[in-house]
C-alpha cells in the first residue's frame, strides 16, 4: 500500500450544476456555492481563484461572502486520516477570513447526491456551519477521516472591513493529515 502523499490531495471548487460529482468545470471566482466538487484541481495560488475583488461599496458595508471549497483523497488505497484545515497566512489590513466544515458527510467524488450544502447567492451563510480561524495545524479544523477517493467539504468565509485598498488581498488555507 502506497503512503498519501500531498499530491493524493487535491482542493477543487464546488459548483451547483450537474448531476453528480466531478463532472462540471469550475465556474468563476465567486461562484462556488456547494452542492458539488467540479472536476479540475486548484493548482495554484493565483489572484481571485476563489472570491472576486472587493469593490468599493462591498467594503464601505463591510460585504460578508462564503465559498464552498472540496478536499479530494485521490490515493487509491489509504484513507486519509485526521486530516485538519487551518488559516497559514492572511493578508494584513485586508479582509478577514474563516472557515467552517461542512455537515454533509464525506461522500465518493462522483456522488449524485448532494456533497455539501447549497447557498442561493455568495452572501448567504451556509446553515448549521460554525466558522473560526485557526492559524495553526494544531488549531485547525478538523474534517474527519476522509477515505480514497472521496470528498469533504469546506466553507470559506471574508469579511470586508472598511479598510484602505490592499493589492493582492486575501489568505493561504493549509491542510494536513496521517496516512497508515
Known amino acids: 500500500m502506497a503512503s498519501i502523499v500531498a499530491t493524493d490531495i487535491k482542493v477543487r471548487l464546488s459548483t451547483t450544476s450537474g448531476a453528480a460529482g466531478n463532472s462540471t468545470a469550475p465556474g468563476a471566482a465567486g461562484t462556488s456555492l456547494g452542492k458539488y466538487i467540479t472536476n479540475a484541481d486548484m493548482t495554484d495560488n493565483s489572484l481571485n481563484n476563489l472570491f472576486p475583488d472587493v469593490t468599493g461599496a ?8 462564503y465559498q464552498c471549497l472540496f478536499v479530494y483523497n485521490s490515493n487509491g488505497t489509504n484513507t486519509w486520516l485526521s486530516p485538519v484545515v487551518w488559516l497559514s497566512s492572511e493578508v494584513a489590513g485586508g479582509v478577514s477570513m474563516a472557515m467552517g466544515v461542512d455537515t454533509t458527510a464525506a461522500s465518493a467524488v462522483g456522488s449524485a447526491s448532494a456533497q455539501a450544502l447549497t447557498i442561493a ?34 466553507w470559506v468565509r471574508r469579511t470586508a472591513a472598511n479598510t484602505a485598498a490592499q493589492a493582492n488581498d486575501g489568505g493561504t488555507l493549509s491542510w494536513a493529515g496521517d496516512t497508515t
Not at 462591498?58 to 461572502?65: L, Q
Open 121 to 154: 447567492n455568495k452572501n448567504t451563510a451556509p446553515a448549521g456551519v460554525s466558522f473560526s480561524a485557526p492559524t495553526t495545524q494544531g488549531a485547525g479544523l478538523a474534517l474527519s477521516d476522509i477515505p480514497t477517493g472521496q470528498v469533504k467539504a469546506i
Open 58 to 65: 462591498e467594503n464601505a458595508s463591510s460585504n460578508v461572502d
